[in-house]
């Protein structure tokens, strides 16, 4: 009887935890399409759709400098692109011209001390 009671006890909180996960990426919520950082160069693949309104954040938290670019992957060509050479954020909205994979780079160029570090997200655009 008690081996029953315990079974259940597990099954029902392994269903509880399953059901609290959120479909969203790097815990930013639902309109985090991609988030995260890196101490020399980071790559993303996406699919975006035509049409989508995004924004693209750029931290730059030690470092000289960062560069962080949306681009297609059937030809490269840049759809967005940040920079900063300032610890600072950055951040611009674009609209995904058509329905294609895309990639995204994040690039940091270390400080004379050998530290380096930025951060990236996008995001659907809060409109």
Same mark, same amino acid.
Request: hydrophobic share 30%; net charge negative.
């Given at each position: 009887?008690?081996?029953?009671?315990?079974?259940?006890?597990?099954?029902?909180?392994?269903?509880?935890?399953?059901?609290?996960?959120?479909?969203?990426?790097?815990?930013?919520?639902?309109?985090?399409?991609?988030?995260?950082?890196? =101490?020399?160069?980071?790559?993303?693949?996406?699919?975006?759709?035509?049409? =989508?309104?995004?924004?693209?954040?750029? @931290?730059?938290?030690?470092?000289?400098?960062?560069?962080?670019?949306?681009?297609?992957?059937?030809?490269?060509? =840049?759809?967005?692109?940040?920079?900063?050479?300032?610890?600072?954020?950055?951040?611009?909205?674009? @609209?995904?011209? @058509?329905?294609?994979?895309?990639?995204?780079?994040?690039?940091?160029?270390?400080?004379?001390?050998?530290?380096?570090?930025?951060?990236?997200?996008?995001?659907?655009?809060?409109?």
């Amino acid at each position: 009887m008690e081996r029953r009671q315990y079974l259940m006890t597990v099954s029902t909180a392994g269903t509880a935890m399953v059901a609290g996960c959120g479909s969203g990426s790097g815990g930013g919520g639902s309109d985090t399409i991609v988030s995260g950082s890196t =101490d020399f160069e980071e790559t993303w693949n996406v699919d975006l759709e035509e049409g =989508d309104e995004l924004e693209l954040e750029l @931290t730059l938290d030690t470092g000289i400098y960062a560069l962080a670019n949306v681009s297609r992957n059937d030809n490269a060509n =840049d759809v967005a692109t940040l920079e900063t050479e300032e610890q600072t954020t950055v951040t611009e909205q674009f @609209t995904v011209p @058509t329905t294609v994979d895309y990639f995204i780079v994040l690039q940091v160029t270390e400080n004379e001390s050998g530290d380096g570090d930025a951060s990236l997200t996008l995001r659907q655009a809060n409109e």
